[in-house]
T-cell receptor
């Protein structure tokens, strides 16, 4: 049973460029959340995708966008990169249930993005 | 929105001692409180979680307690071992029917000295 996977592992970009990060959820999960973790900080929620739609969004600018595919995998896109976007980007998957009793989020290994 | 405060930011204990990390949250409607352990360069791993209909939960050397009235919850690790050394994050979620995000504390660096 594969866990949450992310690609690439590391990425180096320059200011103004665009980047796409990818996530495959744990088998049986249908929901993908994205978090940004700056060095020495806790993860910050970017957005969550369910049924191929953005269900909830955190306090991130429109430069951050995403997509979820029919197989539940997801992409995070960041446009017009800034130095401050350098961080570890974590994807977490979960299974949505209406009683909210089984929506535990499991994290992938992350993508380390460095913006120069 | 939800705000989660975590203390202490660093904690050093001797092997075999107990460690306690405390978190407070601001949104009284939050009802799910997980704890994650993150080793250097690795993913956050869920170690234990608790929902608001439960006051305490144990899993071997790890326990979590929840006080909804005071809006705080704590992680207790007994008989600490060097491999327990890591950064621990508390989080809160689930307030209301449409809040799915985890709001994290800033983390506690736990060092267990042999």
């Amino acid at each position: 049973d594969a866990g949450v996977t992310q690609s690439p592992t590391h990425l180096i970009k320059t200011r103004g460029q665009q980047v796409t990060l990818r996530c495959s959820p744990k088998s049986g999960h249908d929901t993908v959340s994205w978090y940004q973790q700056a060095l020495g900080q806790g993860p910050q929620f970017i957005f969550q995708y369910y049924e191929e739609e953005e269900r909830q969004r955190g306090n991130f600018p429109d430069r951050f966008s995403g997509h979820q595919f029919p197989n539940y995998s997801s992409e995070l896109n960041v446009n017009a990169l800034l130095l401050g976007d350098s961080a570890l980007y974590l994807c977490a998957s979960s299974f949505f249930s209406w009683d909210r009793e089984s929506d535990t989020q499991y994290f992938g290994p992350g993508t380390r993005l460095t913006v120069l | 929105g939800e705000n989660v405060e975590q203390h202490p930011s660093t904690l050093s204990v001797q092997e075999g001692d107990s460690a306690v990390i405390k978190c407070t949250y601001s949104d009284s409607a939050s009802n799910y409180f997980p704890w994650y352990k993150q080793e250097l360069g690795k993913r956050p791993q869920l170690i234990i979680d608790i929902r608001s209909n439960v006051g305490e939960k144990k899993d071997q050397r790890i326990a979590v307690t929840l006080n909804k009235t005071a809006k705080h919850f704590s992680l207790h690790i007994t008989e600490t071992q060097p491999e327990d050394s890591a950064v621990y994050f508390c989080a809160a979620s689930g307030s209301g029917g449409s809040n799915y995000k985890l709001t994290f504390g800033k983390g506690t660096l736990l060092t267990v000295n042999p």
